[in-house]
Nanobody, 118 residues
Framework: VQLQASGGGLVQAGGSLRLSCAAS????????MTWYRQAPGKQRELVAV???????NYADFVKGRFTISGDNAKNTVYLQMNRLKPEDTAVYYCNAFLHAGENAGDYWGQGTQVTVSS
């Protein structure tokens, strides 16, 4: 199983980016996919989560600015980030809790850098 994240980059404050994360491999089912982020010198924090049923939840600091969505057929999750702020600068990681073969557990993508300039 692999999770491939993409879409990061450099953007000015107030701009937008869209992150994608595709899960591939012998996946039986995905329970939920989550975006985390980690800024330099800080702990990794949850940004947004979406379940296979479409339920979403967001960290307070992104509510109203970020939108998480998923495509179950493609095992892909997206994070639309609008009105970006310099404090959103971080490496963004995707996570999936999924069933693959006889295994179930957390899988992580490699991270994608988001840099917001002021």
């Amino acid at each position: 199983v692999q999770l491939q994240a993409s879409g990061g980059g450099l953007v000015q404050a107030g701009g937008s980016l869209r992150l994608s994360c595709a899960a591939s491999g012998s996946i039986f089912s995905i329970n939920a996919m989550t975006w985390y982020r980690q800024a330099p010198g800080k702990q990794r924090e949850l940004v947004a989560v979406i379940t296979s049923g479409g339920t979403t939840n967001y960290a307070d600091f992104v509510k109203g600015r970020f939108t998480i969505s998923g495509d179950n057929a493609k095992n892909t999750v997206y994070l639309q980030m609008n009105r970006l702020k310099p404090e959103d600068t971080a490496v963004y990681y995707c996570n999936a809790f999924l069933h693959a073969g006889e295994n179930a557990g957390d899988y992580w993508g490699q991270g994608t850098q988001v840099t917001v300039s002021s």
